[in-house]
């Protein structure tokens, strides 16, 4: 069986499930399309909520990252799991109390005001489809690198799945086929990681590997590591370029932008009781941390292969016969290109330019002692897929690492969806334009919201393939969530005098700083000199400037609100009630247009 | 006024939360900004296994910490539910 075969049987036995998953889940009501029912177990949830969360970006580009960047890589992996406890303890229990469909609605019904919620649904489509765009062109590149399809067939294929089951199933569908396609993900991502792990370490446990002695010595793995790449002219692998405050502040942009994302808070909505909320972020965590922690491992493995395998290796040309030419190198006591690198190389993912015209691959950092040019260029975003065929592993685990790539991609695809069909139907439609609206027509309009935005987020990730999307989304997802969202949904719950000024000013601020920061400095032609909060050692870059401006926008929101009337009673009464589990009413201001959902018994 | 565990106190039961929340908070702004990045040169000075210890803790550590938290919290916020007679 050649590994052509183990993809295309791992990729449409995945497929048919998420679609056998979408019949049996459909949709019937408006709460099943919106919270799925609303009485989601928490642990199920978590695995949504952990697929959901899990992109592309965490699945394939993620261990990559850390590989190049090692400590710097850290700003991820705490950023992205820490937000958690944010979420947990700061909102998830009382979003759930308070009993809505989605951001925008408690956004609007809070702050008593159709500008606040028309502003929260601005954030929430603007973050979502952006986002999405990256995915797409994740699945694009899944399928065309392995399955021969062209890039935007891949798309197109990819599009048709999570439009049959968003479409239909709602959160409902998107709910149940999240938790199958965790299930697959996390089986792919950790079955290669053992194998690596075991050959370098002989320790089958990614986690202690990583802490481990290289196999057969007493070095450790990281010591190891940190030789071969000072050696060839790089920053030790424990150690960054970045500055301090930069790290510091990409950290907590990525953690409450985490707290602030729509997609990830809108799970929140489909479980139970607040109860149920604050054991389903416990879940979530747990899921997630199992691909987190074994994420630095990966990386590190992959960085020690990589250099292993093709410094000083002799590069083979298309013209010659590799298998011929392979083994006179080896006779000549040489190292031969490996067959991976050749693989790859079509992709144009992996660059090599022979300089000094040895014909052997010299892979060299910024300060290499022996002063050689650098000759190697792999694209970062490779590795999670290539390490199987780096270290030799079976041709079905490769098979494997394609479907837990695409289910990543689909997953978020799907819950972005939903935000934006939410969004579009619920807040703009029934909340503000058409309050008149049945509920039939309601789900038809979430229907063709949804519908619009699978076709318009394909052709968003068709045109995004040739730009370097996904980075650039991520500084802009995280920083205008942190920014613009959190600071908002916060005061709403802990501080009652919080009004409909305040939370306008305090949107809008967070918004435009945030907005016009990132885009200058990553369209706008500005440079890193330039960064602000420089005190010696760099600037705070944009990535890490959602965590600036989230306190400024706070603080002038806290400022409006003391400055103006306080909010009504009537709201008052309801912060009062969301705090407390079990006695949420209804409050005339705020529920006018929809009554709250009670807990489930 | 009965002792029992049964009358309803949502105010001590908000106040204990909050008391709760601002611990909890504290632990996980040390193990991620404090041992992972502010502190950690000092740190690296230990090591857990091969890998120095500050490294260790934002590249693996803190994940663990953060999961840790939310456990307790949950359990603690279940056992608030009972003591202050709140429906949970």
Redesign the interface.
Known sequence: MDQTFWTYFFVIATFSLYIGIAIWARAGSTRDFYVAGHDIHPALNGMATAADWMSAASFLSMAGL?AFLG?G??VY??GW??G??LL???LA?FLREFGKFTVPDFVGDRYYSKVARVIAVICALFVSFTYIAGQMKGVGVAFSSFLGVPFNVGIFIGSAIVFFYAVLGGMKGVTYTQVAQYVVLIFAYTVPAIFISLTITGNPIP??G????VAGTD?????KLNTMVTDLGFTEY?QTTKS?ID??CI??AL?FGTAGLPHVIIRFFTVS???AA??S??WA??FI?LL??VA?TVGAFARMNFIDTVNEATYITDGENYEERAAQILADGGKPVPTWYKDWETTGLLKYDDLNGDGKMQYRGPDAPDGVANEVVPDRDIFVLANPQIANLPAWVIGLVVAGGLAAALSTAAGLLMVISSAVSHDLLKRTFTPNMTEKQEMLAARSAAAVAVVSSALLGAFASNLPFVAQVVAFAFGLAAASLFPIIFLGIFWKRMNKEGAIASMVVGLVTTFSYIYYFKFGGGTSDQWWFNFGDGGVSPEGIGFVFMWLSAAVGVIVALVTKAPPQDIQDLV?DI?????RTSHGIADGGMAPLPAAE | MSTTTHTADPAGYWKATIRLTISLLVIWFLVSYGAGILFRDALDNFSIGGAPLGFWFAQNGAIYVFLALIVVYCRKMTKYEKKFGIKG
């Open positions: 850390i400590y890589g850290s992996l705490m799991t820490g958690y406890v947990a303890l700061l229990p986690q202690l990583f802490i481990g002695n070095v450790s793995m990281l010591e424990t301090k790290v510091f950290t907590a953690m009781s607040a109860q604050r054991k972020a416990g965590l747990m941390a987190y922690t630095p009062e705090r407390i589990p079990g006695t």
